[in-house]
């Protein structure tokens, strides 16, 4: 069964920083792309970032550019989100996902098509 657990949300101050992890478990690790993903309520699911476990090859949204950075711990399962110069508009629950790399790569890897989801967990930036 796949499982994919996030943790690490909480509540900052503005020009803060806050790492998340997505813990993946019941799949085989390296075949797989990891998304980062955030939503807001009433409006559409966002994609963050996304990282390929198999060569390390990542992705950003140009609005979390130079500030967040995805890496991926291939040991452990785990993926990793830092988010630096947090921003109020930064808000949002954010979800794992995941899916073969194969799916993903080559025009999916913002776009909420993957398989497999987390729970997600609640990141609050305030100004």
């Known amino acids: 069964e796949v499982q994919l657990v996030e943790s690490g949300g909480g509540l900052v101050q503005a020009g803060g920083s806050l790492r998340l992890s997505c813990a993946a478990s019941?799949?085989?690790?390296?075949?797989?792309?990891i998304g980062w993903f955030r939503q807001v309520p009433g409006k559409e699911r966002e994609g963050v970032s996304c990282?390929?476990?198999?060569?390390?090859?990542?992705y950003y949204a140009d609005s979390v550019k130079g500030r967040f950075t995805i890496s991926s711990d291939n040991a452990k399962k785990t993926v990793y989100l830092q988010m630096n110069s947090l921003k109020p508009e930064d808000t949002a629950v954010y979800y794992c996902?995941?899916?073969?790399?194969?799916?993903?790569?080559?025009?999916?890897?913002?776009?909420?098509?993957?398989?497999?989801w987390g729970q997600g967990t609640q990141v609050t930036v305030s100004s």
């Open positions: 990282i390929s476990t198999g060569d390390g090859s990542t």
């Open positions: 996902a995941a899916d073969r790399i194969e799916e993903i790569l080559g025009g999916q890897e913002l776009q909420p098509e993957y398989d497999y």
């Open positions: 019941g799949f085989t690790f390296d075949d797989y792309a």
